[in-house]
């Protein structure tokens, strides 16, 4: 059954630590995003990437960092340096140009 | 540059009523229009989009919108609303040519349906 899986599902870490999340989907699909939602702002885009080993940052990258080593795979790292981390983190595909995305279910960090 | 604006932060029906949620954006070309909704901590998942020809478009779940071009609107609607319809909805838009081919998310819109 093909789709995007994200884990872990929460996240809790203390504040100045790094922490990956991850990011897997097996649609064969070129292009993926990450996404956060906080309430009431709704998606803002940190990191995109077309192909594998090339990315590009977002509306918000500051304090992220990513990896597309392989087509499948396209793990976000939240360093000590986003300031206000806690929230929604979505994952996404795209299969061709005028296709919608697709998402993973999202993993809720929260950091105290 | 594009966006896209959901003016409503919150819509209220009575099941059985139609419901329409409200979106308009704003492209320097054509655009791409997409409808998308959210149950609580999941995902988004795909209702319905537009690229070209008829400006009326069938999604799932019964769910329909309407492009149009003058206004530069694109309503989600839906004849009668069910209980399990109440969720956060998002438009979203990207210019179907050149740009980024990024889409540009709107706020959300919840979406509550009363028994």
């Known amino acids: 059954d093909g789709g995007i899986t994200q884990s872990p599902k929460y996240l809790f870490r203390k504040e100045g630590q790094n922490v990956t999340l991850s990011c897997e989907q097996n649609l064969n699909h070129d292009a993926m995003y990450w996404y956060r939602q906080d309430p009431g702002q709704g998606l803002r885009l940190i990191y995109y990437s077309q192909i594998v080993n090339d990315f590009q940052k977002g509306d918000i990258a500051e304090g992220y960092s990513v990896s597309r080593e392989k087509k499948e795979s396209f793990p976000l790292t939240v360093t000590s340096a986003q300031k206000n981390p806690t929230a929604f983190y979505l994952c996404a595909s795209r299969q061709v140009d005028n296709s919608p995305l697709h998402f993973g279910n999202g993993t809720r960090l929260t950091v105290t | 540059a594009q966006s896209v604006a959901q003016p409503e932060d919150q819509v209220n029906v009575a099941e059985g009523n139609p419901l329409t949620v409200k979106c308009t954006y704003s492209?320097?070309?054509?655009?791409?229009l997409f409808w998308y909704v959210q149950y609580p901590n999941r995902g988004l998942q795909f209702l319905l989009k537009y690229i070209t020809g008829d400006n009326l478009v069938k999604g799932s779940y019964g769910f329909e919108a309407e492009f149009n071009k003058s206004q530069t609107s694109f309503h989600l609607k839906k004849p009668s609303a069910l209980v399990s319809d109440s969720a956060l909805y998002f438009c979203a838009v990207r210019e179907a040519s050149g740009g980024s081919y990024i889409p540009t998310f709107g706020r959300g819109t919840s979406l509550i349906v009363h028994p």
């Open positions: 492209v320097s070309g054509n655009p791409y």
